[in-house]
Nanobody, 117 residues
Framework: QVQLVESGGGLVQPGGSLRLSCAAS????????MGWYRQAPGKQREMVAT???????NYADSVKGRSTISRVDVEKTVYLQMNSLKPEDTAVYYC???????????WGQGTQVTVSS
């Protein structure tokens, strides 16, 4: 089992940048697939970016070219660097971990990102 704690959200102006962090517990972190998802008010949760245990990344079209997901296994941390932020990026951002065998999903509590002038 893994527990996830996000940080790094906040209020940023359009065009600005943020780096979200997700700190994980558990001894087998390196085996988990990790990802960032977001949910805006009145909308369904959507995938932002994912990274496999081997480092293969995938991005939503809406953030491709503006965001970078990375993981540092020795730190048990996943990052999401977001640049050129737009008002439509405003949402609660959730960290996700997928167990490599059972495919059980684990979620953090979320961190609010607000892009506004």
């Amino acid at each position: 089992q893994v527990q996830l704690v996000e940080s790094g959200g906040g209020l940023v102006q359009p065009g600005g940048s943020l780096r979200l962090s997700c700190a994980a517990s558990g001894s087998t972190f390196r085996a988990y697939g990790m990802g960032w998802y977001r949910q805006a008010p009145g909308k369904q949760r959507e995938m932002v970016a994912t990274i496999t245990s081997g480092g293969i990344t995938n991005y939503a079209d809406s953030v491709k070219g503006r965001s970078t997901i990375s993981r540092v296994d020795v730190e048990k941390t996943v990052y999401l660097q977001m640049n050129s932020l737009k008002p439509e990026d405003t949402a609660v951002y959730y960290c996700n971990a997928v167990h490599p065998i059972s495919k059980t999903n684990y979620w953090g509590q979320g961190t609010q990102v607000t892009v506004s002038s």
